[in-house]
């Protein structure tokens, strides 16, 4: 996990995006559901747009230069620890994490794994299982089972870099949810919310020679230091609380991709 000291910062400058909205994470059905799983009010998107060509080999000069920009300290949001309120981060960065999360699914079809082996039924249900724990998460069913006990006999139906991929992380944050989740008992509402969102954070681009479509974006995911210890996401480290910064290079725009586990919204 490369860290980036604070030094040049290599002259990228960053402007706020506000009028970019996320159709995924805005529309009645989805807000419905992340209502549903404890996450609505406390997951949020941003977009930023920057001046110079992206190199994904100096992603910690570019991650850092963002943390330090006049325009992304005012509006950059996160939740405060204290009061549960979205703030800014009024806090002077001293170091950043940005760990490279590979991005190369096109298709939804990375899940019909699930359906060969016993985990969700034909007809979209979950299989049930007995209760347990993996602490903090109390696993009912043979999906949070695949997803997070490592020495289950399913376990292994994806593999190490399976579980790395943006799709596959979004998908798990999603069936995991907040504090106060109400987890589903079919698999599509999951599968469809991954989706959509993946679809909106990232870039593809049809390959002029080949004519195949391609992912164009690179994904991180960021924490961030100041003089005290984290100071982003969180200053609490958990599973659920994360930010994936989404970089497309060739629009030059980057998505953030934020939640803070904890009570959501239920009204």
Known sequence: MATGELGDVGGYYFRFLPQKTFQSLNSKEITSRLR???MLGRIKAQAFGFDQTFQAYRKDDFVM?????????????????????WITLGTEVKKIEATNVPC??????????????????????????????????????????VLLVEDSEKYEIFSQPDREEFLFCLFKHLCLGGALCQ????????????KLIYKDLVSVRKNPQTKKIQITSSVFKVSAYDSAGMCYPSSKNHEQTFSYFIVDPIRRHLHVLYHCYGVGDMS
């Open 36 to 38: 549903q799983w404890s």
């Open 65 to 85: 230069a963002f943390f330090k920009d006049p325009n992304v300290i005012p509006n950059l949001k996160l939740l405060s620890d204290s009061s549960g309120q």
């Open 183 to 194: 987890y589903e008992d079919v698999i599509s509402p999951y599968l469809e919310t991954a």
């Open 104 to 145: 190369t699914q096109l298709s939804m079809s990375f899940f019909h794994r699930l359906y060969d082996g016993d985990i969700v039924r034909d007809s979209g249900h979950i299989v049930k299982c007995l209760d347990s724990f993996c602490d903090p998460f109390l696993i009912s069913d043979e999906l949070r089972r």
